[in-house]
């Protein structure tokens, strides 16, 4: 019955059902006779909690709290509860006469999670359809979280992200093979339709430009990349696989984020894209400019097209660009070990 439910619904619903209980002792108490102490023992609760339900009165804050929770309910009446508890509170406040106390969230966010009052908005009700998939083939996280790589070819990532595009119901989906090394795009694929033709497309472009790689493959346990002939397909080229963890989206975390990045450059380069065609163009062209013109930190403001030529026309002596740690992970790792230190003496 509570579980699953908020805490304060949670504790909200233990109260009822212990009212509801002493209740029911009142009511056989006046019909039948039954006697209190005899029917609190057998209910297994204090025949004191009883009598103090009996001969309570509600306090200022109780009474406060159902004048509020009336008008809560008559507001979201009229507006279909349009409101969550931000501009529930807003508008009850609006309403306050001048010397009346102010009302706060946290008091309306509470009555209304007790009460199972909720907005209607529909990104905060979300119908989840999700149905877990049965992988044919799993890989283990070979990669283990280590982004970094000393040369071209040697470890590489994929996904698949989308975008909607404006003005339409239709969705336009990218999928991306990716360097460690250098995060260059060795191959990728646009389509209308997430499927495996999309995952097949990108994989043959990046073999077209690299066709003697034998990199270590990483990606997520999307349906895509779990299919028998996919990983045949790989053995085939001699390429490790390797998948992150389940609900570990960081695993892939250099992935996430050049989709993001490349979303973001796609939206300020060319944002009036409003068709299929014209958003196909628009990530090709997008990523076309993080290659050759979009300047890396890490690569001393090289682009991720300079540091692949570099390494391709001097295979000898291949610079190393390793990522640095950020200090907010260092400091927080240091505090760790420090704790551990205090614990071990």
């Not at 992200?161 to 646009?190: M, N």
């Not at 690569?299 to 692949?308: H, P, Y």
Request: net charge positive; aromatic share 10%.
């Amino acid at each position: 019955m509570f579980a699953g439910q908020p805490k304060q619904r949670q504790i909200a619903l233990k109260q009822q059902q212990r009212n509801s209980l002493y209740s029911l002792i009142k009511e056989c108490h006046r019909e039948y006779k039954w006697s209190i102490e005899w029917m609190c023992k057998q209910a297994n609760i204090a025949r004191s909690a009883y009598y103090k339900w009996l001969n309570h009165k509600p306090s200022k804050r109780e009474l406060r709290d159902q004048k509020i929770l009336k008008r809560i309910k008559e507001i979201a009446e009229s507006n279909n509860s349009l409101f969550g508890s931000p501009k529930m509170t807003l508008a009850l406040n609006n309403e306050l006469a001048d010397g009346e106390a102010k009302i706060y969230r946290r008091t309306v966010a509470r009555l209304m999670c007790v009460n199972g009052i909720y907005t209607s908005k529909a990104r905060f009700n979300k119908r989840y359809r999700y149905q877990a998939a049965r992988p044919e083939e799993t890989a283990e996280n070979l990669l283990h979280r280590d982004f970094n790589a000393t040369k071209p070819n040697e470890k590489w990532c994929t996904d698949i992200t989308e975008e909607k595009i404006p003005g339409t119901s239709q969705k336009i989906y990218l999928c991306t093979i990716f360097d460690l090394y250098d995060r260059f795009p060795v191959g990728y694929a646009l389509s209308k339709r997430n499927d495996t033709a999309l995952v097949n497309a990108a994989l043959s472009a990046a073999w077209k430009r690299e066709p003697n790689s034998h990199a270590m493959l990483h990606s997520d346990r999307g349906f895509q990349f779990t299919r028998m002939p996919f990983k045949h397909e790989l053995e085939e080229h001699g390429m490790p696989q390797s998948m992150s963890r389940i609900g570990r989206c960081i695993d892939n975390g250099p992935m996430e984020g050049w989709q993001g990045l490349i979303k973001e450059m796609r939206e300020v380069l060319y944002p009036k894209a409003n068709s299929y065609e014209e958003m196909e163009k628009a990530f090709k062209a997008s990523i076309e400019y993080y290659i050759n013109y979009d300047p890396q930190e890490r690569f001393n403001g090289k682009s991720a097209g300079q540091v692949r030529k570099e390494a391709k026309n001097n295979p000898e002596n291949i610079i190393s660009y390793p990522i640095k740690q950020d200090k907010r992970y260092k400091d927080f790792w240091k505090k760790i070990d420090k704790k551990k230190n205090q614990l071990a003496q």
